[in-house]
T-cell receptor, first 117, second 111 residues
Framework: DAGVIQSPRHEVTEMGQEVTLRCKPISGHNSLFWYRQTMMRGLELLIY????????DSGMPEDRFSAKMPNASFSTLKIQPSEPRDSAVYFC???????????????FGPGTRLTVL | GENVEQHPSTLSVQEGDSAVIKCTYS??????FPWYKQELGKRPQLIIDIRSNVGEKKDQRIAVTLNKTAKHFSLHITETQPEDSAVYFC??????????FGKGTSLLVTP
């Protein structure tokens, strides 16, 4: 276990509902990444944070998606309103080490499987 | 931006044989190349990585080679075992932060 907790692990919701995915990384890593994985598109980077600041959100598909990182140990990815095409596995990953801005190994959380009916 | 191509998309080998998965990247500035293994229903897990100042790296039955001139890198698994069956992803980083992933290779090792 790389020390990344994601909740919920599974989410089933109806189209139009708001969905909030949560990520709790262990301390000591200064970068946090949100990925989406589908069979058709593979692993896609949605957004990443460095020292709690969003660095690049160009992968966020639409305005319906938003992400926050209020502190070093918590991040959320929200979809409002949700649509069936948002169904995917959403992974949170951590990387980097305290005090550095260079590339480092990324460790993935267990993921949240989202199904939008 | 960086574009990572991965081949083959599926690979089937017999137990004990070797498996090779190849990736190419487009950005000559990329300097970090990890490989992840993902079992069904599980998270991607790092199995080996290489940085641009090294041409080859080994870890038991797994090795990765990097050709910076040709902008390609490969994963080699020797003496394959059924538990090596999984989807393998290569990735490259050029920004200092984000990884660009290949589409994955589904490896099946048959007894």
């Amino acid at each position: 276990d790389a020390g990344v907790i994601q909740s919920p692990r599974h989410e089933v919701t109806e189209m139009g509902q708001e969905v909030t995915l949560r990520c709790k990384p262990i301390s000591g890593h200064n970068s946090l990444f949100w990925y989406r994985q589908t069979m058709m598109r593979g692993l896609e980077l949605l957004i990443y944070f460095n020292n709690n600041v969003p660095i690049d959100d160009s992968g966020m598909p639409e305005d319906r998606f938003s992400a926050k990182m209020p502190n070093a140990s918590f991040s959320t990815l929200k979809i409002q309103p949700s649509e069936p095409r948002d169904s995917a596995v959403y992974f949170c990953a951590i990387g980097g080490t305290s005090g550095t801005l260079s590339t480092d190994t990324q460790y993935f959380g267990p993921g949240t499987r989202l199904t939008v009916l | 931006g960086e574009n990572v191509e991965q081949h083959p998309s599926t690979l089937s080998v017999q137990e004990g044989d070797s498996a090779v998965i190849k990736c190419t990247y487009s950005d000559s500035a990329s300097n970090y190349f990890p490989w992840y293994k993902q079992e069904l229903g599980k998270r991607p897990q790092l199995i080996i990585d290489i940085r641009s100042n090294v041409g080859e790296k080994k870890d038991q039955r797994i090795a990765v080679t990097l050709n910076k001139t040709a902008k390609h890198f490969s994963l080699h698994i020797t003496e394959t075992q059924p538990e090596d069956s999984a989807v393998y992803f290569c990735a490259a980083s050029d920004s200092g932060y984000a990884l660009n992933f290949g589409k994955g290779t589904s490896l099946l090792v048959t007894p």
